[in-house]
């Protein structure tokens, strides 16, 4: 097994697949080199990195081949032995292979693992350092003539991968280029009481050592403090493509290299925090800045805090649910956390506090930075103590079960009456049995109808004002926390909603997943059916019929339903249980610092389904 | 041509043209000449820009692999282009680190192409550069560049295995003064060289005691074992070097080996990171980790569940769970069980990616496959009736998350990933590797071809395009030279009409 994570090349393609961006690192090439001129048979030899050219012209060829840049990842009728899709697994849509083929020699050769992440209009390309035999496995998996790999095969993907730990590296190097060269690399956002938000590590670094130059840049902009999910399907609703989307930011190499040379100047990356590397950039070390006199100073922390002390807390819990109102499928309600900090604390501390608010029972998984220590299952009094990075950072993860009932309950049914119209209805209660000091700040439902043009609505909510776009009804139930502080609302909204007349779109050219056309005779099939029982099973059986594939990192199809989102964001004590005792928070050496700590709960996916129509469902298991 | 001096335009051209082609695109630039030469004249020119002297180094790294290896006279002039870039004070700390990073690269690539380097000057020269570097401890300006020139050392290390050896002792203690953040590249570096004194036991050197150097810094001299190359047959000699004292150094600096990964993980938040090299670790010592195996593969639940983290990590760990079974199971029914027993972890839930989906149910085909041989459900969690009725729940629990394929057209993603999941739990219990004929009974008759029987409703319904595909798979397969396929078909329904 391999004991750590090197990276022979990588490559930035944009959007026309072309090369702009590569780096290929000679010390860990030579020891490909080596590796394969050892294990070298008739089949099997050492190649050259390909040159740029070389690289993108296969990169397209897959493309041809595969459907899109990132393939079909499931064997599909048009997979072709030798391709990614014929090993038939949704990871080779992230884990891909090139055959690069020498012009001049005629030959081709089997560039594997390349990671493929693809950001914005860019597609990133890295390849890990791996044995040659894990190669040769790979390449006799897409050449199998059998029927696709059983689970426990001998030779499966899933034991390859598991003997592979370069593939994660490589994947952590490929998504910080992506954040850099799109200009996302932000730390998470940390709510201060005294002001809406702080600003990351520069701040706190040019604040203390005083460059008014370097502090007057603008602030970044602050990333949601909550990992974004997949809600913004929901909300579009609109096709989602793994096509890269034009952007018009233009590459900055010089960053990139500049990084490429502080994370992982001979390949083996060291240390991927763009802030800190980009601090030390900018910044650099005056002979001012003295190591401790005591202790050594971490890795995460290249400088030491000079200035007023205070330590900084936000929890931000994400509730996703799946509101069914059906009495044979259950609710799923799930909170996704996080615990954000910022200590401008002196030296280098050690913080402490009690985890005492979630309740062991409720919580599903916990993860904590590096930074921090948290003794193995200490019961209800366990305690996390860490040593803080300068800046704003994740100090937990955590996943739980709502301590409370759902913010928001009801149903939302919706019939269609005719073609071209639809009657809705809403009847939710918002935080029933909530009370203060948890408010609810703003409330909207979204009605998306991305593959309808809404033409007009009627009907007027009993609370909050309605609009609509030309694909979505939006009701905003609460745009201000003093209309809804502490107490429970009732809301509903009846009404209709008319659209363009129903047009189908062009069948796909190409399936993107199974890969066969519709039958020819299917619409006749439709004409005939006499027996439709009504308007509403006709009207949605046409429109499924031209329904497209969606990717394999969607859940479903989500244009195939009808559903209400809802979005929400409340302040208070969190739903998931996760709290901080200011009084409990102890720093050694004991320091005067002002601790302050902010709760935020926000929506996630929340999704009302119809009632009346399709929804999708999972099976929960009986424990 | 030889000896003429391009412009920053010509290099960037220079520069594109290789990239796009390679070293055959050089000559029309070059006239020759040696590309060495010409990017050393450049770096050493005040009025360029720094931004075109770094592109330079990587053009010149690049160029390394695909090109002969440098004699030793252009090492030379390379290596004086570097102590004098690296004594300018003019020069940026960012061009002084990526010229200690090119050079390293290039030295390695060249030596090792040319074995009778090693002992020549420049090798020497260039480790001496490196040492006078790092030994300067606590410095405040330069300690980046203190971090780049260990981890320059490092690569020379890894590359010519106790290259560093016989300074070990003062390695140790630059790595006990230094207190910057760059101690853990001292840290890393130490630990390489002593891994490899370790490793490769080399019997003729010097070191007599971590804590009492024999032998000063600087000059440096490359150790004799290197340049006779008996690197591979080196022989432990126990007198040599105190075993106690390398304990106490590698105890010492343990929270130093582990801040490899935790430097890592340090930027990233992302356990995800830890776990691929913590499995690494269970499977070398698995003895030690009898009984925990449970343990383990919850833990890597716990990661594809994670929603913060990215959609590959979780796929990957799922593909880790599924290689890890394989791994552990083998013949041992209590292992089996355990791992049936966490079976209801593994259902897919609504908000899962398609593509977790479809791994998800590849673990319960799995958990279905375990207990093809009858008596193993048996006293099972969840398992009231027997076996068969126990691979139905899995096989019909599992495909609710992607019932859509009911009635979404035959080319949703929803009915690629049901049809893959029917593939995986048919064929789970009837391995490839199974040469009996006897498995075309097993597999007609199993309950989970029942199930597809009884799934007719619906599998009716899909197009014939679909039970192609299905079909298809099977056509290629190894099963079905034992299945006669239209003794499937006929089972399933599912001849033509």
């Keep these: 097994m391999q004991s750590g994570c090197c990276i022979r090349g990588l490559w930035i393609l944009n959007n026309q697949d072309f090369v702009i961006f590569s780096r290929k690192f000679p010390v860990v090439e030579r020891r490909w080199r080596v590796a394969c001129e050892k294990e070298s048979d008739d089949n099997f030899k050492y190649h050259l990195l390909p040159y740029d050219s070389e690289l993108a012209s296969a990169f397209a060829d897959r493309k041809k081949r595969e459907g899109s840049a990132r393939g079909f990842g499931i064997r599909v009728s048009q997979s072709v032995k030798g391709s990614d899709s014929w090993v038939d697994d949704p990871i080779t849509r992230h884990v891909i292979s090139l055959h690069i083929n020498k012009e001049e020699k005629g030959e081709s050769n089997l560039l594997w693992p390349l990671i493929l992440h693809i950001k914005g209009p860019y597609s990133i390309l890295v390849l890990p350092l791996v044995e040659p035999h894990h190669l040769k496995s790979y390449s006799r998996m897409c050449n199998r003539s059998d029927c696709g790999s059983a689970v426990g095969a001998d030779e499966n993907l899933s034991s390859l991968l598991l003997d592979l730990p370069s593939i994660t590296g490589a994947f952590i190097v490929a998504h910080t280029i992506g954040e850099i060269i799109l200009g996302e690399a932000v730390e998470p956002e940390v709510v201060a009481a005294s002001s809406p938000s702080v600003g990351g590590l520069l701040d706190s670094l040019t604040g203390s050592i005083g460059i008014s130059g370097i502090s007057a840049r603008p602030k970044p902009v602050a990333a949601p403090v909550a990992a974004s999910t997949s809600s913004g399907t929901a909300v579009s609703g609109a096709v989602m493509s793994d096509a890269p989307k034009m952007g018009s930011r233009p590459l900055d190499k010089d960053v990139l290299r500049s990084f490429i040379s502080s994370a992982m100047p001979f390949g083996t990356p060291l240390d991927l925090s763009y802030s800190n590397i980009s601090a030390i950039k900018t910044t650099g070390f005056s002979s001012a800045d003295t190591p401790p006199a005591d202790r050594k100073q971490p890795a995460w922390k290249p400088y030491l805090y000079r200035g007023k002390q205070r330590i900084l807390f936000t929890i931000h819990d994400t509730v996703h649910a799946a509101m069914y109102d059906r009495d044979e499928i259950p609710d799923s309600i799930t909170i996704s956390g996080q615990v954000n900090c910022r200590a401008e604390l002196e030296g280098l501390p050690d913080v402490s506090f009690p985890l005492t608010g979630l309740d062991t029972a409720r919580v599903q998984s916990l993860t904590f930075h590096p930074c921090a220590q948290v003794p193995e299952h200490g019961g209800d009094k366990q305690a996390i103590t860490f040593s803080p990075p300068l800046g704003n950072f994740v100090l937990m993860h955590y996943q739980a079960l709502c301590s409370v009932g759902p913010p928001i309950k009801g149903f939302y049914q919706l019939s269609m009456v005719s073609e071209n119209e639809g009657a809705f209805l809403f009847k939710l209660s918002l935080m029933e049995g909530y009370k203060t000091p948890l408010t609810i700040e703003f409330c909207a439902v979204t009605m998306p109808f991305p593959r309808r043009r809404v033409v007009s609505f009627d009907g007027t909510p009993s609370i909050g004002t309605v609009s609509n776009t030309d694909h979505s009804v939006e009701w905003k139930i609460i745009t201000n926390t003093r209309s809804a502080s502490g107490k429970s609302i009732e809301a509903t909204f009846p009404g209709t909603v008319r659209f363009a007349p129903w047009q189908a779109q062009r069948m796909p050219s190409f399936g993107s997943a199974i890969g066969s056309v519709a039958d020819e005779d299917s619409d006749l099939e439709t004409e005939s059916s006499g027996s439709m029982v009504n308007v509403e099973d006709q009207i949605m059986e046409k429109m499924s019929k031209d329904l497209q594939a969606v990717d394999l990192e969607d859940p479903f199809c989500w244009q195939a339903y009808n559903y209400a989102k809802v979005s929400f964001k409340m302040i208070g004590p969190s739903l998931s249980g996760m709290s901080i005792d200011p009084k409990s928070v102890s720093i050694f050496p004991a320091v005067k610092a002002t601790v302050e700590i902010s709760t935020q709960v926000t929506s996630g996916d929340y999704i009302l389904w119809n009632t009346l129509g399709k929804c999708p469902v999972a099976a929960t298991p009986e424990a | ?497």
């Design chain 2, 1 to 497: 041509m030889a000896g003429k001096l391009l412009s920053p335009t010509e290099w960037e051209s220079v520069i594109d043209d290789y990239n796009l082609g390679g070293a055959a695109n050089l000559h029309r630039w070059t006239g020759g000449a040696s590309v060495v030469d010409l990017c050393i004249s450049s770096l050493l020119r005040k009025d360029f820009p720094v931004q075109l002297k770094l592109n330079l180094l990587t053009f010149l790294e690049h160029d390394s692999l695909d090109d002969s290896p440098l004699p030793s006279s252009s090492l030379s002039r390379l290596i004086d282009a570097l102590r004098s870039v690296i004594q300018s004070p003019s020069d940026p700390f960012a061009l002084k680190d990526q010229f200690l990073i090119s050079t390293t690269a290039i030295f390695i690539t060249s030596l090792l192409d040319n074995d009778e380097l090693i002992s020549g000057s420049p090798l020497r020269d260039l480790v001496e550069l490196f040492l006078t570097i790092i030994n300067r401890p606590n410095h405040g300006l330069d300690r980046h560049t203190r971090g780049v020139a260990c981890e320059c050392l490092r690569q020379l290390e890894l590359a010519f295995p106790c290259l560093l050896s016989e300074i070990t002792p003062h390695l140790w203690s630059l790595c006990q003064s230094e207190r910057t953040h760059v101690s853990q590249w001292y840290v890393l570096l130490l630990s390489t060289t002593i891994l490899n004194v370790v490793k490769l036991k080399p019997s003729g050197t010097s070191i007599s005691s971590m804590s009492n150097a024999t032998i000063p810094l600087i000059p440096f001299s490359v150790p004799q074992f290197l340049i006779d190359g008996v690197g591979s047959d080196f022989v432990w000699k126990e007198k040599e070097i105190c075993y106690k004292e390398l304990r106490r150094v590698v105890a010492a600096g343990t929270s130093g080996f582990f801040d490899e990964g935790a430097v890592l993980m340090a930027a990233l938040h992302v356990r995800a990171i830890a776990l691929p090299y913590f499995l690494g670790i269970y499977f070398k010592f698995l003895d030690s980790f009898q009984g925990q195996e449970l343990e383990v593969a919850s833990r890597i639940m716990l990661l594809s569940k994670e929603p913060q983290h990215h959609l590959v990590f979780r796929l990957l760990g799922l593909h880790w769970i599924l290689g890890f079974f394989a791994l552990i199971v083998g013949e041992d029914e209590a292992k089996k069980r355990s791992i049936l027993d966490m079976s209801l972890r593994f259902y897919p839930t609504i908000f899962d990616p398609l593509a977790i989906k479809a791994l998800k149910l590849d673990l319960l085909a799995y958990c279905s496959s375990l207990i093809c041989n009858p008596g193993d459900a048996s006293g099972l969690k969840g398992v009231e009736a027997d076996k068969g009725v126990y691979q139905v729940t899995l096989f019909k629990d599992g495909l609710v998350s992607v019932s859509a394929f009911k009635w979404l057209p035959p080319w949703s993603t929803e009915t690629a990933v049901a049809f893959r999941a029917f593939h995986k739990f048919l064929i789970g219990g009837s391995p490839h590797s199974d040469a009996s004929s006897s498995s075309v009974g097993t597999l007609i008759e199993s309950d989970i071809f029942y199930t597809l029987q009884v799934a007719n409703e619906f599998v009716c319904t899909a197009p014939d395009a679909i039970l192609y595909g299905l079909v298809g798979r099977c056509v290629a397969s190894e099963v079905s030279r034992h299945v006669s396929l239209e003794e499937v078909l006929a089972a399933m329904g599912w001849g033509r009409q």
